[in-house]
T-cell receptor, first 111, second 113 residues
Framework: SQQGEEDPQALSIQEGENATMNCSYK?????LQWYRQNSGRGLVHLIL?????REKHSGRLRVTLDTSKKSSSLLITASRAADTASYFC???????????FGKGTSLLVTP | KAGVTQTPRYLIKTRGQQVTLSCSPI?????VSWYQQTPGQGLQFLFE???????NKGNFPGRFSGRQFSNSRSEMNVSTLELGDSALYLC????????????FGPGTRLLVL
């Protein structure tokens, strides 16, 4: 079942701009992960944030987690055309080892 | 380290046939999970194996089955294929001793005619 829901469904920006994607989920979690997928290929892991963390950085990526609101956001700064992809959040929910994915945000970065 | 590999990458079958997909995890990883991705349902969890035992199972019919070998390689099988089984099947591996990052393979794209 889909636990995570990303918002917006689609986002179009120009190179150099920042892109923000949001994710909401329903049940308690141990951690939340963000993945990128290019054109129906495999998922590339971007970042994992644990339930006791509020913010995490990795290069141009910044992820926040608000467990009280059951939401997370992914910020990509200074976007590049190569960032064009679908972005998914995934939570482990109650099962521990099975990831629950949202439908994803489709990001288009134009030169 | 080599990443997660999946074979075959593409497959075309007809309704009623069966299919077996293979996944080799990252060296040292003992957990392998399988996911189905379709445009309508998105990414859905099929099952997860750890040390040759199924540890978690998603909400899929019994036509979907899997197994894991002693070298952690995993296979999933779909019997009596239906048109709706057309999808990208992704496998992911992780060390498995704690809940942590899952690393995905490139996927097998299955088309059922």
């Amino acid at each position: 079942s889909q636990q995570g829901e990303e918002d917006p469904q689609a986002l179009s920006i120009q190179e150099g701009e920042n892109a923000t994607m949001n994710c909401s989920y329903k049940t308690s979690i141990n951690n939340l992960q963000w993945y990128r997928q290019n054109s129906g290929r495999g998922l590339v892991h971007l970042i994992l944030i644990r339930s006791n963390e509020r913010e995490k950085h990795s290069g141009r990526l910044r992820v926040t987690l608000d467990t009280s609101k059951k939401s997370s956001s992914l910020l990509i700064t200074a976007s590049r055309a190569a960032d064009t992809a679908s972005y998914f959040c995934a939570t482990d929910g109650n099962s521990g080892y099975a990831l629950n994915f949202g439908k994803g945000t489709s990001l288009l970065v134009t030169p | 380290k080599a990443g997660v590999t999946q074979t075959p990458r593409y497959l075309i079958k007809t309704r009623g046939q069966q299919v077996t997909l293979s996944c080799s995890p990252i060296s040292g990883h003992r957990s392998v999970s399988w996911y189905q991705q379709t445009p309508g349902q998105g990414l859905q969890f099929l099952f997860e194996y750890f040390s040759e035992t199924q540890r978690n199972k998603g909400n899929f019919p019994g036509r979907f089955s899997g197994r894991q070998f002693s070298n952690s390689r995993s296979e999933m099988n779909v019997s009596t294929l239906e048109l709706g089984d057309s999808a990208l099947y992704l496998c992911a591996s992780m060390r498995g001793d704690t809940q942590e990052t899952q690393y995905f393979g490139p996927g097998t794209r299955l088309l059922v005619l």
